[in-house]
C-alpha cells in the first residue's frame, strides 16, 4: 500500500508558535498534496508538491519531501487560532488515486 | 461557481432501505470520487470515475454503486444500507486523477 501516514496523530501548541506535522508512504509516488479539514466540514487543499521537487512554499506553509526516506513535512509557521483542524497527507502514484493517511489534529491554543 | 455540492446534507435510513447520494461539480473537471470518513479516520475511497461514462472501485465498494452519466454528475447509491455505512460522505472532483482535489460539504448518513 502506498498508504500516507501522518505523525503526530495530535499536536496541541500555543498561538504564535510553529507546528510541524510529517507523512510517511510506502511506494513510489507522481506526487503529494496536503488537506486541510475542519471539523465537520469537506477537505480544502493546501499544497501540492511533485516528486521531483523538493520544498515548496504558500503563504505561513512550508512543505519538504524527501522522496529517498519517502517521507514528508507540513511546516506552518506563527500559527493561529484558526489553523486548528486536522491535517491529511495524500499520496499519488502514476495513473493511481489518491491515498489519503488517518490524519494529525492540530489544536492552536489563544 | 458553486464548485461540487452534495444532496442531501443529513439522511436517516432504516436498515435494508435503499437510497442515493447526489453530487454536482460545475468546474468542468474529468475525474470525480466518492469517499466515507468514520470518525477520527481519514478518507477511505468507495468508487471513483476518472471520466464521463467510466466508474472504477475504491478501497472500500461493497454496498454501493455509482453512476456518472453526465460529466458534471457523480451518483452514489446505496443498495440496501446496513449500520455499517454509517458515515459522513464526501464527493470530490479534479481536473485529471492526480491533481489537485476539491470537496463537498459531506452527507451525514445515519443507517439504524
Known amino acids: 500500500s502506498q498508504q500516507g501516514e501522518e505523525d503526530p496523530q495530535a499536536l496541541s501548541i500555543q498561538e504564535g508558535e510553529n507546528a510541524t506535522m510529517n507523512c510517511s508512504y510506502k511506494t513510489s509516488i507522481n506526487n503529494l498534496q496536503w488537506y486541510r479539514q475542519n471539523s465537520g466540514r469537506g477537505l480544502v487543499h493546501l499544497i501540492l508538491i511533485r516528486s521531483n521537487e523538493r520544498e515548496k512554499h504558500s503563504g505561513r506553509l512550508r512543505v519538504t519531501l524527501d522522496t529517498s526516506k519517502k517521507s514528508s513535512s507540513l511546516l506552518i509557521t506563527a500559527s493561529r487560532a484558526a489553523d486548528t483542524a486536522s491535517y491529511f497527507c495524500a499520496t499519488a502514484s502514476y495513473g493511481q488515486n489518491f491515498v489519503f493517511g488517518p490524519g494529525t489534529r492540530l489544536s492552536v491554543l489563544p | 461557481n458553486a464548485g461540487v455540492t452534495q444532496t442531501p446534507k443529513f439522511q436517516v435510513l432504516k436498515t435494508g432501505q435503499s437510497m442515493t447520494l447526489q453530487c454536482a461539480q460545475d468546474?468542468?473537471?474529468?475525474?470525480m470520487y466518492w469517499y466515507r470518513q468514520d470518525p477520527g479516520m481519514g478518507l477511505r475511497l468507495i468508487y471513483y470515475s476518472a471520466s464521463e461514462g467510466t466508474t472504477d472501485k475504491g478501497e472500500v465498494p461493497d454496498g454501493y454503486n455509482v453512476s456518472r452519466l453526465k460529466k458534471q454528475n457523480f451518483l452514489l447509491g446505496l443498495e440496501s444500507a446496513a449500520p455499517s455505512q454509517t458515515s459522513v460522505y464526501f464527493c470530490a472532483s479534479s481536473y485529471s486523477i492526480d491533481n489537485e482535489q476539491f470537496f463537498g460539504p459531506g452527507t451525514r448518513l445515519t443507517v439504524l
Open positions: 468546474m468542468n473537471h474529468n475525474s
